[in-house]
């Protein structure tokens, strides 16, 4: 079974500096994608970006960007200057790529992100 | 925007009682999602479906949950009977092909 960790309970910055949040997970699968979530207090979930493990380019979107180590398993966020809205708790989650359609996501415990103004 | 729609938002009620939560997915998804969220376990996939067949339940509890989707307009997810156990954020979401799943705004579940 695959698992996902995420180490950092809780991590703090200023506004307009950049954190980065780390992911680990375990597979034996070699075609998978791998997301993060962005969950505010509002509970919505929020895809922020994804990453397909075939592509050796690291996914980005504006802000967000990931680095991705697939022979580490490692899948880390950064978040670039950082803003007020993006306090929330963020989501590593992992989906094999089975061929025949979605297949349902594996999740870490979450992140907890606090944006000091 | 398309959205996944969940119902109720909040239910409360008593153990023993039955819990019905229902989604509808975003027009054209095939495939429809059942996840719980709680403080302890985090988020956890309890079953989904594919052009309306069930394709894995193995992370619900099999004596009590059950899901369904009588059409391709309508997923719901009982709980029969509700245990305080069973209190917790459930989600449905929806995806297509290999596209990302989306999710709906969530069911809060207390049962007293």
């Known amino acids: 079974a695959q698992t996902v960790t995420q180490s950092q309970p809780e991590m703090s910055v200023q506004e307009a500096e950049t954190v980065t949040l780390s992911c680990t997970y375990d597979?034996?699968?070699?075609?998978?994608?791998l997301f993060w979530y962005k969950q505010p207090p509002s509970r919505q979930m929020i895809l922020v970006i994804r990453q397909e493990a075939y592509k050796q380019q690291n996914a980005t979107e504006n802000r967000f960007s990931v680095n991705f180590q697939k022979a580490a398993k490692s899948f880390s966020l950064k978040i670039s200057d950082s803003q007020l809205g993006d306090a929330a708790m963020y989501f590593c989650a992992y989906r094999t790529d089975s061929g025949g359609g979605a297949d349902g996501l594996t999740f870490g415990k979450g992140t907890h992100l606090i944006i000091q103004p | 925007d398309a959205r996944v729609t969940q119902t109720p938002r909040h239910k409360v009620t008593e153990m023993g009682q039955e819990v019905t939560m229902r989604c509808q997915p975003i027009?054209?998804?095939?495939?429809v999602f059942w996840y719980r969220q709680t403080m302890m376990q985090g988020l956890e996939l309890l079953a989904y479906f594919r052009n309306r067949a069930p394709l894995d339940d193995s992370g619900m509890p099999k004596d009590r949950f059950s899901a369904e989707m009588p059409d391709a307009t309508l997923a719901t997810l009982k709980i029969q009977p509700s245990e305080p156990r069973d209190s917790a954020v459930y989600f449905c979401?929806?995806?297509?092909?290999?596209?990302?799943?989306?999710f709906g705004d969530g069911t809060r579940l207390s049962i007293l």
């Open positions: 597979t034996s699968e070699s075609d998978y994608y």
């Open positions: 027009l054209g998804h095939n495939t």
């Open positions: 979401a929806s995806g297509f092909s290999n596209q990302p799943q989306h």
